[in-house]
C-alpha cells in the first residue's frame, strides 16, 4: 500500500492502475462526466459502481482492463448520525476508517481469501476530523445472499460452503464487525465477504466467533421478516453450521 500526499490529506492505493489517482476518483461526478457510472447500490447511503478507463496503464497494472469498481463514502450509524453524519475524529491516517479498511482487505486478498480487490482510500481532512472513501474492485457476476434468495433456493451444499468459507476466516482471526446477509456476495462457484469497515484481525476466540454468527443469522430472520418468501429455513442454518464445523 503506497500513500500519496494531497491537498486535503492523503490517498493510499494497493494497484499500479491507481498511480494517477487524484481526490476526483472519489467524487462520482468526476465519473459522471465520463459516462463511466455503471450502476449504484442503495441501502442507508448509495454506493456507485464505476467503469474505468484502464488502457493506458494496461499493461502494468494488476487490476483487469474490463474490471468495474465499486465507490463507497463513510457514514455514520445510529444516533451519533444525528450530530455528524460523515465526520470522524482523526487519530492518525492508518487509523482512519478507510485506510484500516483497506489495509485489511489488502492483506485478505493477498493470503488469498474471498474478498474484493483493493484499489485506494481517501482520507480529507478538516480540523480535529475527517471524511473518507473508499474503491475496491467489483465483484464480476456475483449477488448478495438476499438478492439470491430472493429468488431461489440454495442448495444444501452451498450453505455447508458458505460455513466453510466463514469459518476460514473465522480460524484467521478475521473479526468482521458487520457479518449480515447483504455483505456476503455469491458468484456461480463461491463466496465472498465484503465490507470490513471496523473489522480486524484478532485472536481465534469462540465467543467473539459465535457473536459473528448469531448477528449474521439475525440478519437472515430480519430479512425474512420483510420478505416471507426468502429461501432461509432454519435446515439452511443447520447446513451452514455443519460446513462451518468442517472446514
Known amino acids: 500500500m503506497q500513500i500519496k500526499q494531497t491537498s486535503q490529506g492523503a490517498i493510499a492505493y494497493c494497484v499500479t492502475a491507481a498511480q494517477a489517482i487524484t481526490t476526483e476518483w472519489f467524487d462520482v461526478s468526476f465519473w459522471q462526466q465520463q459516462s463511466a457510472v455503471t450502476g449504484s447500490s442503495k441501502g442507508r447511503y448509495i454506493t456507485w459502481f464505476v467503469k474505468p478507463d484502464l488502457e493506458a496503464s494496461q499493461n502494468e497494472t494488476q487490476v483487469d482492463k474490463d474490471s468495474e469498481w465499486v465507490l463507497r463514502h463513510y457514514y455514520r450509524g ?54 473518507a472513501d473508499i474503491i475496491i474492485e467489483r465483484v464480476a457476476g456475483a449477488q448478495d445472499l438476499v438478492a439470491k434468495l430472493s429468488t431461489e433456493v440454495m442448495t444444501a451444499e452451498q450453505w455447508r460452503q458458505l460455513g466453510t468459507c466463514i469459518a476460514k476466516f473465522h480460524q484467521r482471526g478475521v473479526y468482521h464487525a458487520d457479518l449480515n446477509a447483504k455483505n456476503i456476495l455469491i458468484t456461480d462457484d463461491e463466496f465472498y465477504l465484503i465490507d470490513f469497515d471496523r473489522g480486524e484481525i484478532r485472536a481465534p476466540n469462540t465467543k467473539w466467533q459465535a457473536a459473528n454468527l448469531d448477528r449474521l443469522l439475525r440478519s437472515f430472520n430480519k430479512e425474512k421478516g420483510k420478505l416471507p418468501a426468502l429461501a432461509f429455513t432454519e435446515s439452511n442454518w443447520q447446513d451452514l453450521l455443519k460446513g462451518y464445523a468442517k472446514p
Open 78 to 131: 445510529g444516533l451519533i448520525e444525528k450530530l455528524s453524519k460523515d465526520k470522524y475524529l482523526f487519530t492518525g491516517l492508518h487509523k482512519t476508517r478507510a485506510v484500516a479498511e483497506l489495509a485489511l482487505l489488502t492483506l485478505l486478498f493477498n493470503e488469498g481469501f474471498a474478498v474484493p480487490r483493493p484499489i485506494a482510500a481517501n482520507v480529507e481532512r478538516s480540523g480535529l476530523y475527517y471524511r
